[in-house]
């Protein structure tokens, strides 16, 4: 299933309890603490395990964004979610790498699972799924969807 909300682009796979997102869109710290809700409420709604955040659209996070996510949403996200499997995709922008890095330093106090950093989601699927042919189903129907959303925008 692949849907976009909130800023977000989604694919959620049963099987593997696996959500995976990218951002798409400017960036406002409405439409941020917004769209790190829904993930939330997506991730608590689906029991998600598994999570693989695509980074590297995000626009540059600013102070308010790092606080909110450090304060707010990380300690919920930390203690309510049954994810125990990470994958995060580093921002193209050093300064979201080094911004996302000290989240997920503070992050350590959470019982966040196991965090695996990647530089592309094929890499992050094969570490995610049950076997590689899943792990290239899941990455060709994302790229099915978003060649079809290009296509209509």
Not at 1 to 16: D, G, W
Not at 122 to 146: F, I, K, R, V, Y
């Amino acid at each position: 299933m692949i849907f976009t909300r909130k800023s977000l682009y989604l694919q959620y796979h049963e099987p593997l309890k696996l959500l995976r997102w990218q951002w798409q869109g400017p960036l406002s710290q409405a439409r941020f603490e917004e769209a790190f809700q829904e993930l939330l409420f997506i991730t608590l709604h689906y029991d998600v395990q598994r999570w693989m955040a695509d980074t590297r659209g995000l626009p540059p996070l600013g102070p308010q964004e790092q606080a909110w996510l450090s304060e707010e949403w990380l300690p919920e996200f930390g203690l309510n979610t049954a994810v125990h499997h990470l994958a995060l995709i580093l921002p193209d922008s050093l300064h979201n790498q080094l911004v996302l890095e000290s989240a997920l330093h503070e992050a350590h106090q959470y019982d966040c699972g196991l965090i695996q950093f990647f530089s592309c989601a094929p890499a992050a699927l094969d570490w995610l799924a049950h076997s590689p042919g899943e792990a290239e189903m899941l990455e060709h129907q994302w790229q099915t969807s978003l060649g079809a959303r290009k296509q209509v925008a």
